[in-house]
């Protein structure tokens, strides 16, 4: 029963509204370059508010997934009619209603409209954002006209709590992390069966055997220096030679030799003489 009274209060406020959207009234009167009411602004957000309300959730998926062409074509003939849809362009329809229809579960039914916040030029366009509450989170829902009074955008955006941030913003970090973990795990598994692979392990080089060290070569013995003989008061010894090279030369006289030195002779020599 309260949901039957807040439909037929909705729709009597859409009557109602009707009558404002006068700026929607024509093909010629949208075509014309008005000033910024920021009462029909207003009037066009909370028509689309209501709107949102009192349509069924088939109904939401049909207009969000329409023919662009053909929701353009009805919305010229609503033009003509003053219908809430005459103050959008096709893509700004079906992405309005294709935004409620993704946070109409997470808010809830519609519990009041709060307040306007002021309107924002900017250019040739104009922005107003009205507060709305639902029944499991507020909302804003942020519209966007340009200087014919024509919707170019409607979004919906429901508000969080910083609580509800922090958590959502830590669940992703760790969804992030784990998954970057995972699939680490995952890639040093895939290497580690390499080593099961027949002809995959790689033969580790072997060092080069250290070179054996050298014997110490032995130092030659020391052999003892001659010792040199004491021929100078040889006289026997000296006449002996003398007499032996006398004889080899065939003569008698000895004048003319010198004695420079006296060194052994090889035995084959001596053999020879």
Same mark, same amino acid.
Request: charged share 20%; glycine share 6%.
């Given at each position: 029963?309260?949901?039957?009274?807040?439909?037929?209060?909705?729709?009597?406020?859409?009557?109602?509204?009707?009558?404002?959207?006068?700026?929607?009234?024509?093909?010629?009167?949208?075509?014309?370059? #008005?000033?910024?009411?920021?009462?029909?602004?207003?009037?066009?957000?909370?028509?689309?508010?209501?709107?949102?309300?009192?349509?069924?959730?088939?109904?939401?998926?049909?207009?969000?997934?329409?023919?662009?062409?053909?929701?353009?074509?009805?919305?010229?003939?609503?033009?003509?009619?003053?219908?809430?849809?005459?103050?959008?362009?096709?893509?700004?329809?079906?992405? $309005?209603?294709?935004?409620?229809?993704?946070?109409?579960?997470?808010?809830?039914?519609?519990?009041?409209?709060?307040?306007?916040? +002021?309107?924002?030029?900017?250019?040739?366009?104009?922005?107003?954002?009205?507060?709305?509450?639902? $029944?499991?989170?507020? $909302?804003?829902?942020?519209?966007?006209?340009?200087?014919?009074?024509?919707?170019?955008?409607?979004?919906?955006? +429901?508000?969080?709590?910083?609580?509800?941030?922090?958590?959502? $913003?830590?669940?992703?970090?760790? #969804?992030?992390?784990?998954?970057?973990?995972?699939?680490?795990?995952?890639?040093?598994?895939?290497?580690?069966?390499?080593?099961?692979?027949?002809?995959?392990?790689?033969?580790?080089?072997?060092?080069?055997?250290?070179?054996? +060290?050298?014997?110490?070569?032995?130092?030659?013995?020391?052999?003892?220096?001659?010792?040199?003989?004491?021929?100078?008061?040889?006289?026997?010894?000296?006449?002996?030679?003398?007499?032996?090279?006398?004889?080899?030369?065939?003569?008698? &006289?000895?004048?003319?030799?010198?004695?420079? &030195?006296?060194?052994?002779?090889? &035995?084959?020599?001596?053999?020879?003489?």
């Amino acid at each position: 029963m309260r949901q039957n009274i807040k439909r037929i209060f909705a729709v009597l406020m859409l009557a109602l509204l009707v009558l404002g959207l006068s700026a929607c009234g024509s093909t010629t009167a949208v075509q014309t370059e #008005l000033p910024f009411d920021e009462a029909y602004l207003q009037s066009v957000a909370s028509a689309l508010v209501e709107e949102w309300n009192v349509t069924p959730a088939e109904e939401l998926q049909k207009i969000a997934e329409a023919d662009t062409e053909v929701l353009e074509e009805n919305i010229k003939n609503y033009r003509t009619m003053g219908y809430l849809w005459g103050c959008f362009h096709a893509d700004s329809l079906k992405t $309005a209603y294709a935004g409620y229809l993704g946070s109409m579960e997470e808010l809830g039914t519609l519990v009041s409209q709060d307040s306007f916040e +002021p309107m924002v030029i900017k250019g040739d366009e104009v922005s107003i954002v009205v507060n709305l509450t639902y $029944a499991n989170r507020p $909302a804003k829902l942020e519209m966007v006209f340009n200087k014919r009074g024509i919707v170019e955008s409607a979004t919906l955006a +429901p508000e969080y709590t910083t609580g509800e941030i922090l958590k959502k $913003a830590g669940m992703n970090t760790i #969804l992030g992390m784990g998954t970057v973990f995972i699939v680490l795990i995952f890639i040093s598994l895939i290497i580690y069966c390499f080593n099961f692979i027949p002809g995959n392990q790689v033969k580790k080089p072997q060092p080069d055997p250290a070179p054996k +060290p050298r014997p110490a070569k032995k130092p030659a013995p020391h052999k003892p220096a001659a010792k040199k003989e004491n021929l100078i008061d040889d006289g026997e010894l000296v006449a002996a030679i003398t007499a032996a090279i006398c004889a080899y030369r065939g003569t008698t &006289s000895s004048d003319g030799f010198v004695v420079r &030195s006296i060194r052994r002779a090889e &035995s084959s020599t001596w053999k020879k003489v």
